[in-house]
């Protein structure tokens, strides 16, 4: 898009839909994974518009669920790139909750959700990812707590193989 990088608003994308009877589980709540796979698909737009090309998920961290999500809840997931590195890209997605029939109704913070995106070929093996640009303090800050993530996600990836390692 530039010298720079794509601006984050580019792949900025939200994705809702009124959570129904086939949504919920045997306590009658929305089931997690519904709402994961709606995390999973928003995010996929977002690094597939961002890298206007193939991207693959390569990880999800960690999901905390803050509120239950019920049937009739517009459940609202908001993603966008928070970082870049050289071959993978790091997606927040923001997953909120709100009453379909009430304008007025409290919009619930649901979960937030990290992912990374790795780009690919068509032999499907990893490409450059194209650098994102941050556009506000808000960006910045996420790109930066991005590269705490990925450093905790690598360092414990590191260790387990390590420990593998000298387990044989
Ligand atoms: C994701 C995939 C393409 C990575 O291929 P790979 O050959 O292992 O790639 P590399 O080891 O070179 O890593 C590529 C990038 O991904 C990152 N990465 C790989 N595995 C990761 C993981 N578990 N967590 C976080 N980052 C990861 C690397 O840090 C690297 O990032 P960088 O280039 O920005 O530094 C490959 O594992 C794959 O195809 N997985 C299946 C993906 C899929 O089918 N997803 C759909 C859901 S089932």
């Not at 193939?54 to 019920?70: C, H, I, N, Q, Y």
């Not at 459940?75 to 970082?83: E, G, I, R, S």
């Not at 590269?147 to 387990?160: F, G, M, N, V």
Request: aromatic share 2%.
């Amino acid at each position: 898009m530039s010298e720079t990088g794509t601006p984050t608003s580019v792949s900025r994308v939200t994705l809702a839909r009124i959570m129904d009877d086939g949504d919920a589980n045997l306590h009658g709540n929305v089931h997690g994974g519904v709402i994961m796979k709606m995390v999973d698909d928003t995010a996929g737009a977002c690094a597939a518009r961002h890298q206007r090309g193939k991207a693959v998920t390569a990880s999800m961290d960690e999901m905390v669920f803050l509120v239950p999500v019920r049937v009739g809840d517009i459940l609202t997931c908001q993603a966008q790139v928070n970082w870049t590195g050289t071959t993978s890209m790091e997606i927040g997605v923001r997953v909120t909750a709100q009453r379909w029939d009430d304008a007025a109704a409290v919009e619930h913070h649901v979960a937030s959700a990290y992912l990374v995106f790795v780009a690919i070929g068509d032999d499907e093996k990893p490409v450059p990812v194209l650098p994102v640009a941050p556009e506000t303090a808000d960006d910045v800050r996420r790109g930066a707590e991005a590269l705490i993530r990925r450093e905790s996600r690598l360092a414990r990836r590191t260790a387990i193989k390590a420990r593998r390692a000298a387990e044989t």
